[in-house]
């Protein structure tokens, strides 16, 4: 399995992949940061607003977003000149393969939101908000909001690895994004649609989970499991063509 | 435990409805070269999946080894290299790169990389990337990636598909030398059979997904016929005699064919002059081994 991580790293050494989780969260740091320039001078804690002003961006779009391209490319990579068919040929599990896959592509995930909370600090600082860093809001929460997306995730994974032509998963992931602010605006809908999930956990002043943060939390982590069982099984069972 | 490094029992794998490959017997021995042969769509590429692994068999079973390849999928294919229709590879990765993650999914040292760059003559743009290579490059490289390791049998899928003529005569020289010097078995497929008939021992060739020859050369080209034809004067009498004699003749061109029977030109030429009539022009013509092979699948389309 080390192996195979190994092997799946390599792979994407060349791509534009770091780059885009580099960049993308960072674009919306700044966003954070033009946000609190704004209210300097009218508002005490701008903290909050660095979060609140990078968060709309982020939480809505940019990492819904991030998630979908970078699990489009990671399977990409092999559907694009028949790489499956060459790896299958060789000595290698479909599990590890399957795994190693998601796990590189957690991995990504999960730096974009360390870029992006890193960002938010910067951010903070440079817009000169207090000394005090408030690290339940600038680090936990964009590591809920990991949480909170693994339904996207998952979905994405599925899709991803699913069809070879790479425009079906990125049309999914966005079309299915695009919407997602709107719905969050409706108490009785929102908890029926995935995508709103980041916004939901994210920005709990002005949408929160009202009282439904459990089943939530719940319905993510149970779809995650699902999901990610239904494509292993297919994965591991599927003629390659 | 059989010869046969292949064998395969009744393969069948049906798309929908449709049989691509309908109950393939394949039998390679070992240490052999054995060309696949079948005109396009005949089924060869879905066989070769079957024996890789890659989709399975609606009904049949696929032995490599001598073992089961559905119960030993990974032992068997540490010893397998392959190379299925067109080569897989990732271009936006070196052609180094590409083969040292084939390298490390084999455990092999990184010398391996080098040694089979050298093989296919690609060593001078092992750091291009591959998107940029040209088509008989990247089959150049497909080809390497199969041959890393020695592997006891290796799998070619038209190999030659895109490669200049010297580059079709290379990898056909390349083959040929694999099973005398690492005593590796190869299965070549192509649709053409002058392609393997300088390099293959024995042949199997397939049609409409059916094995409708498998052997040796030797015994593809008994299924030839030869017609004797000739040129005599004059041409009724000869006629007369001919048919006299038993053998049914054909008129074309102002020469006399006599088709698919033994007849010994000799004794042929011998007797139409004892009876007067001059020959002109006497020959035997054998199918070659590429006619043998458009006539049997061409039979088995109109069946
Ligand atoms: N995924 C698929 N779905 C439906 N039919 C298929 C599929 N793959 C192959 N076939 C059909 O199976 C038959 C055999 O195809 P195959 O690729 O094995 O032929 P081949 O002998 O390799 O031909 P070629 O010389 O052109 O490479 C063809 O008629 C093809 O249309
Ligand atoms: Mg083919």
Not at chain 1, 27 to 50: N, T
Not at chain 1, 229 to 237: E, N, S, V
């Amino acid at each position: 399995m080390i192996k195979a991580l190994h092997i799946e790293f390599l792979k994407i050494k060349r791509s534009k992949l770091l780059i885009l989780a580099t960049f993308l969260p960072l674009f919306a740091a700044l966003q954070g940061g033009l946000f609190a320039v704004d209210m300097k001078g009218k508002e005490e804690d701008l903290w909050h607003f660095v979060y609140l002003g990078a968060m709309t961006q982020f939480s809505w779009f940019i990492f819904p977003l991030l998630i979908t391209i970078i699990l489009s490319i990671i399977a990409r990579i092999e559907h694009h000149h028949d790489g499956w068919k060459q790896l299958f040929s060789l000595p290698v599990e479909r599990e590890n393969v399957y795994f190693s896959k998601l796990l590189i592509g957690f991995a990504l995930i999960i730096y974009s939101v360390i870029v992006y909370t890193v960002g938010l600090i910067i951010a903070g600082i440079s817009v000169g908000a207090d000394s005090s860093i408030p690290y339940d809001m600038i680090v936990q929460r964009p590591f809920l909001v990991i949480v909170a997306s693994l339904p996207i995730i998952a979905i994405q994974f599925y899709v991803s690895m699913r069809f070879s032509h790479v425009g079906v998963p990125l049309m999914v992931g966005i079309g299915l994004a695009l919407p997602s602010m709107l719905i969050a605006n409706s108490a009785k809908y929102w908890i029926y649609y995935p995508w709103t999930y980041p916004i939901t956990s994210a920005l709990t002043d002005t949408f929160g989970p009202l009282g439904k943060a459990e089943i939530m939390y719940t319905v993510c982590g149970l779809s995650f499991v699902v999901i990610t069982a239904i494509g292993l099984i297919q994965f591991r069972t599927k003629d390659i063509i | 435990m059989s010869n046969y490094l292949i064998e395969t029992n009744g393969l069948i794998k049906s798309f929908g409805n449709f049989k691509a490959v309908n109950g393939i017997d394949l039998k390679v021995p070992k240490g052999e070269i054995y060309g696949f042969l079948g005109p396009n769509g005949a089924g060869k590429s879905t066989t070769i999946r079957m024996l890789l692994g890659l989709i399975k068999p609606t009904q049949g079973m696929v032995q490599l080894f001598g073992r089961p390849l559905k119960s030993n999928r990974l032992d068997i294919l540490k010893k397998v290299g392959s190379m299925v229709e067109s080569p897989s590879y990732y271009g936006h990765l070196s052609a180094y790169e590409n083969l040292n993650i084939t390298r490390k999914i084999l455990e092999l040292p990184k010398s391996e990389v080098d040694r089979v760059l050298q093989v296919v003559r690609l060593t001078e743009v092992k750091d291009k990337l591959v998107k940029k290579f040209s088509l008989g490059m990247k089959q150049r490289l497909g080809i390497a990636q199969a041959l890393l390791g020695n592997p006891e049998l290796l799998l070619l899928d038209e190999p030659t598909n895109g490669l200049d003529p010297s580059g079709i005569h290379e990898i056909r020289d390349l083959i040929k030398r694999l099973p005398f010097e690492t005593g590796m078995t190869v299965l070549v497929s192509s649709h053409i059979l002058s392609e393997v008939e300088l390099i293959a021992d024995q042949v199997g060739v397939i049609q409409k997904g059916e094995m409708i020859f498998q052997g040796t050369l030797q015994d593809l080209r008994v299924k030839g016929s030869s017609t004797l034809i000739i040129d005599a004067n004059p041409m009724e009498r000869a006629l007369v005699h001919i048919e006299q004699m038993g053998y049914t003749v054909q008129v074309r061109d102002g020469r006399l064919y006599i088709p698919e029977q033994t007849v010994d030109p000799a004794e042929m030429n011998k007797k139409l002059v004892m009876n007067n009539i001059s020959v002109r022009h006497l020959s035997e013509h054998r199918d070659t081994l590429e006619e043998i092979f458009l006539s049997i699948t061409r039979e088995d389309l109109k069946r």
